[in-house]
């Protein structure tokens, strides 16, 4: 009798000790979130035809993708409204980050005010509208930004002009953590 309650006590360790090395196995690597990843926000003035209004540019990355949204002030001083969009692939390697357009889209303007109404029509890559956008922003489908973090501020350096450096306007933008 006390030899069936052991071999019964031995199979249920057995088992258990399989769905531990089991359920061990199956798990993940410890995986690093990058130091990139996250929501940041850049705020600008841009002259206009009366004075200077602000734009803010809202990048989401994860670990391959990122959503950048670009803003215009609404009525009130933390309303913002949707102008832009941009959804792309990355790829990191070091402090290089190649990003892929996949998708690009923009606001109705509304016809009275002509501000944006923030009803954003997306274009997936390959539609005409896809070009017709990505043509008239001037930005490559697929470009090269290097990337720093430091703290809660993300420096952003994107050579849009091809000539090899960083130094001419919109070329450097440093976002901040939210």
């Not at 035809?49 to 540019?57: C, K, L, N, P, V």
């Not at 090269?144 to 130094?167: F, H, I, M, Q, R």
């Amino acid at each position: 009798m006390n030899n069936l309650k052991f071999a019964e006590f031995y199979k249920l360790v057995a088992l258990l000790s399989i769905v531990i090395i089991f359920s061990s196995s199956c798990k993940k690597d410890d995986e690093v979130t990058p130091d990139y990843a996250g929501t940041w926000i850049n705020v600008e003035s841009i002259p206009t035809a009366t004075g200077f209004t602000a734009i803010r540019d809202v990048m989401i990355f994860t670990e391959n993708e990122v959503t950048d949204i670009i803003q215009f002030p609404g009525g009130s001083a933390e309303q913002w409204i949707d102008f832009m969009n941009l959804k792309g692939s990355i790829s990191v390697s070091g402090n290089l980050m190649t990003v892929t357009i996949a998708e690009l889209g923009i606001s109705s303007l509304n016809a009275i005010s002509g501000m944006p109404t923030g009803t954003i029509v997306s274009y997936k890559e390959g539609t005409t509208e896809f070009d017709a956008i990505l043509s008239q922003s001037g930005q490559s489908k697929t470009f090269k930004s290097e990337y720093s973090v430091a703290g809660d501020k993300l420096t952003l350096k994107t050579d849009n002009n091809e000539d090899g450096d960083y130094l001419d306007e919109d070329e450097v933008t440093i976002y901040t953590k939210q």
